[in-house]
């Protein structure tokens, strides 16, 4: 029996590593094996992209270096994507692993999409992601762009390519929509501006409701 597909998705700072943690500590804690892994990847491409993202990978452009654009980053989140099933995901699940990923397909189809200025940009976007298969529940950490600046300030990293308020808030917004735009996916929106344990408990039911389905 294949393994079980589960995605954290949300904003900057919504809390998708944070609550990967906690659904993994309690799955080994229920005897379920299971494999939590990350988008960007560990992977070759992964490291790229995490240059990129912290400013230390940059491109030449008409007027000096620069991050990468928009098409750039793109095709390498869709790359890692295929190196990370290949090496990764699709192994454990065939196994009968159960894989949780903090962030997958939807992060690369919002944040690429919002990032290019053009929504029209989203069907290419989606184009370039088709072999990735839908996970059997993404749980999508809906929290206020205030909120998870709040996070973010308090933890003190480098400030990351997307980290922008307004960004932020229209990232918010497409992850909202989400559920909507892609009704044939599991896709479940769950308040994560609460506690991180009460946000837990709402995610760990989520998924022992998919279990038991099966
Ligand atoms: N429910 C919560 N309540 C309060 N603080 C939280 C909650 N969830 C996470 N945090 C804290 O907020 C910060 C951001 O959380 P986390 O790193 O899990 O977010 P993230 O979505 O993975 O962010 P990024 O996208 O930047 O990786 C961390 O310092 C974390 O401890
Ligand atoms: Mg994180």
Redesign the pocket.
Known sequence: MKGHFVVFE?I???????QSRLLHEALVRDDVPVHLTAEPSDGPVGVVIRQALSGRLVVKGMSGLRAPGWTTMALLFAADRTDHLDSEILPNLADGITVIS?RYVYSSLIYQTETSGDLGNLPWVEHINRQAPRPDLTIVLDVTSAEATR??R??HEVEQIYDDRELQERLALRYRELPARYPGDRIELID?N???QE?HRACLALVRGLRGAR
Request: proline fraction near 0%; charge should be neutral; hydrophobic fraction near 10%.
């Open positions: 949300g900057d700072g919504a809390g998708t590593t944070t903090d996070r973010r308090h933890r994560g609460g506690e991180t946000v």
